[in-house]
């Protein structure tokens, strides 16, 4: 089974940028469908966005133009950027793997993906 850490992150003001990474190791990426969710304290986990097999990028309302996924299949390894960061994007980011082929709508759902990393906490505050 595929194991996930992600890294990356850490704390910056309003409006600067963060990169996350989340290296896969007991699999290849390229087996699996990737999401991005996170968790701020006291609210249920939210979709970031997620990079499908083959399909591009599909990301949340909420980040959709200032966060990018990519895949880097020889590093074994998905990134998400993180640009114009606001206070609300404040959270413990996961990257998770599904092994189905996901349709748009379903991406968006915890349940849809077998493996999760451990988080990695992004925090916007001046």
């Known amino acids: 089974q595929v194991q996930l850490v992600e890294s990356g992150g850490g704390s910056v003001q309003p409006g600067g940028s963060l990169s996350v990474s989340c290296a896969a190791s007991?699999?290849?990426?390229?087996?699996?469908?990737m999401g991005w969710f996170r968790q701020a304290p006291g609210k249920e986990r939210e979709f970031v966005g997620a990079?499908?097999?083959?399909?591009?990028?599909n990301y949340a309302s909420s980040v959709r133009g200032r966060f990018t996924i990519s895949r880097n299949n020889v590093e074994n390894t998905v990134y998400l950027q993180m640009n114009s960061l606001k206070p609300e994007d404040t959270a413990v980011y996961f990257c998770a793997a599904s092994t189905f082929n996901l349709i748009t709508s379903s991406t968006a759902r915890p349940d849809q993906y077998r493996y999760w990393g451990q988080g990695t906490q992004v925090t916007v505050s001046s």
């Open positions: 990079s499908r097999r083959g399909r591009t990028a």
């Open positions: 007991g699999g290849t990426i390229n087996n699996y469908d």
